[in-house]
């Protein structure tokens, strides 16, 4: 009897010292259907207002009739007031074939600021060009959190618009 009053007292205290190690920072949560659907429109809205789809970078391709974001979600971190996504995007300029005429294609983070009505971005991070990009990647998107063996991915959903 004392013999099993130990050993279960040594897994009590195995679990609970592995429950010590683990942090939040550690997970990723995967992304569900209508979260994807949340976040995407945020991103969407604001890269519509503030990067890509400006009007100074449709004028410099006076073809692209319709514009279009697909996100492929990798996971998100939650804190009380924000969440940090992870994720890769493709952006692409359609012409009236819907052929691409422009695009873009790589991973980045958005972090975003819980509101009554629901997210607004509040801060973007892409790889640097060129030789920082391997050290940006590796730095946004850690061994520990994103390796083969742990990396979520959660699907993809795309965003389209007609130019004005």
Not at 68 to 97: C, R
Not at 98 to 115: A, C, H, M, R, W
């Amino acid at each position: 009897m004392k013999k099993i009053i130990g050993e279960v007292a040594v897994c009590v205290i195995l679990v609970l010292i592995g429950l010590m190690f683990r942090t939040k920072a550690d997970n990723v949560d995967s992304v569900s259907k209508s979260e994807r659907k949340k976040y995407g429109e945020t991103i969407f809205n604001y890269m519509k207002a503030e990067t890509y789809f400006n009007s100074e970078t449709l004028e410099a391709s006076l073809e692209v009739k319709k514009i279009k974001l697909v996100i492929d979600f990798y996971g998100q971190d939650v804190d009380k007031d924000s969440i940090t996504v992870y994720l890769n995007q493709t952006v692409l300029g359609l012409d009236e074939s819907g052929q691409d005429v422009y695009g873009s294609n790589f991973p980045v983070i958005y972090t975003l600021e819980k509101q009554k009505e629901g997210y607004k971005v509040i801060h973007y991070e892409e790889p640097r060009d060129g030789s920082f990009y391997q050290e940006d990647i590796k730095r946004m998107f850690p061994e520990k959190k994103f390796g083969p063996l742990n990396k979520l991915k959660s699907g993809n959903i795309a965003f389209e618009e007609e130019v004005q």
